[in-house]
């Protein structure tokens, strides 16, 4: 049974900073593996998908990586901003996804 | 197209009523799918339909829970004789026929309380 676990479960940082949270899994037969943001009480935004033959994908500020072998993922968020905070959630495909229990990230001024 | 619509955005019932949820996935996608989300923890996965069959319902999904896609296009979920411990955000998705190479859209959930 795949199991998502998010590390850490909470992050508070000033501005500016740059942030790496990370992702495992405990099955690497995986099709794909999508990120999330979540803001208090709203639905589930997409961030970043790779697939499981990609290692990277990049938008913006954010580049998440993908290392199947391991069961590993990490987004990493460049030079943080307060409009950052907001839970990041992982989830594995494909068909139903299985989500960890995400990290909630506060970037102060 | 405006993304993934679900209705209401908020629900307060009294336990042992029914409630029922709607989504409008994006129009060209084929798959939808339900979740519930308590506090503090990541989705879960309730069941998913590929046009208008339904094909997969996880264990969660117990007998109070139905959910219906007629003509494939809008979804609904049902509850009936609700609990409180089914308080919780219910969030639909929606992907095309691959959805494992163009990823989930998401819409922005209803919050069931149940008092």
């Known amino acids: 049974k795949q199991e998502v676990t998010q590390i850490p479960a909470a992050l508070s940082v000033p501005e500016g900073e740059n942030l790496v949270l990370n992702c495992s899994f405990t099955?690497?037969?995986?099709?794909?593996l999508q990120w999330f943001r979540q803001d208090p009480g709203k639905g589930l935004t997409s961030l970043l998908l790779?697939?499981?033959?990609?290692r990277e994908q990049t938008s913006g500020r954010l580049n998440a990586s993908l290392d199947k072998s391991s069961g590993r993922s990490t987004l990493y968020i460049a030079a943080s901003q307060p409009g950052d905070s907001a839970t990041y959630l992982c989830?594995?495909?494909?068909?139903?996804?299985?989500f960890g229990t995400g990290t909630r990230l506060q970037v102060f001024p | 197209d405006t993304g993934v619509s679900q209705n209401p955005r908020h629900k307060i019932t009294k336990r042992g009523q029914n409630v029922t949820f709607r989504c409008d996935p994006i129009?060209?996608?084929?798959?939808l799918y339900w979740y519930r989300q308590t506090l503090g923890q990541g989705p879960e996965f309730l069941t998913y339909?590929?046009?208008?069959?339904?094909?997969?319902k996880s264990r969660l999904l117990s007998d109070r829970f139905s959910a219906e896609r007629p003509k494939g296009s809008f979804s609904t979920l049902e509850i009936q004789r609700t609990e409180q411990g089914d308080s919780a955000m219910y969030l639909c998705?929606?992907?095309?026929?691959?959805?494992?190479?163009?990823?989930?859209?998401f819409g922005s959930g209803t919050r069931l309380t149940v008092v």
């Open positions: 998705a929606s992907s095309l026929p691959g959805g494992a190479v163009y990823g989930y859209t």
């Open positions: 099955d690497s037969a995986i099709y794909n």
């Open positions: 790779i697939q499981s033959s990609q």
């Open positions: 989830a594995v495909g494909p068909d139903k996804l299985i």
């Open positions: 129009s060209e996608h084929n798959r």
């Open positions: 339909f590929q046009n208008e069959a339904q094909l997969e």
